[in-house]
């Protein structure tokens, strides 16, 4: 059995960084595909940004330029550094990852959840 728990999340003025991180705990043998998604209040989840085991990565277009997503494969902790936060960039962040356990189970695993909240 794979965790997921996603941390960093809080309360920034317009403008300002914040940096998330999800570390991965459990019977793990490899993670593929690390990702980023967020669901606002009265919306459908998004994904944000995504990472591959090889380093390849995806952004969503509201977020390029802005958010870097990157992980530390030894540390089985995936992170997405956030600046120039706007108030739409308000909203519960969630890590998603595809891990494969050491009984070579393959499944895509979900976070909790952080709450970023943009706002002056």
């Known amino acids: 059995q794979v965790q997921l728990v996603e941390s960093g999340g809080g309360l920034v003025q317009p403008g300002g960084s914040l940096r998330l991180s999800c570390a991965a705990s459990?019977?793990?043998?490899?993670?593929?595909?690390m990702a980023w998604y967020r669901q606002a209040p009265g919306k459908q989840r998004e994904l944000v940004a995504s990472?591959?085991?090889?380093?390849?990565?995806n952004y969503a277009d509201s977020v390029k330029g802005r958010f870097t997503i990157s992980r530390d494969n030894a540390k089985n902790t995936g992170y997405l550094q956030m600046n120039s936060l706007k108030t739409e960039d308000t909203a519960v962040y969630y890590c998603?990852?595809?891990?494969?356990?050491?009984?070579?189970?393959?499944?895509?695993?979900w976070g909790p959840g952080t709450q970023v909240t943009v706002s002056s």
């Open positions: 998603n990852a595809h891990i494969l356990t050491m009984l070579l189970e393959g499944s895509y695993n």
């Open positions: 990472i591959t085991s090889g380093g390849t990565t």
């Open positions: 459990g019977n793990i043998f490899r993670i593929n595909t």
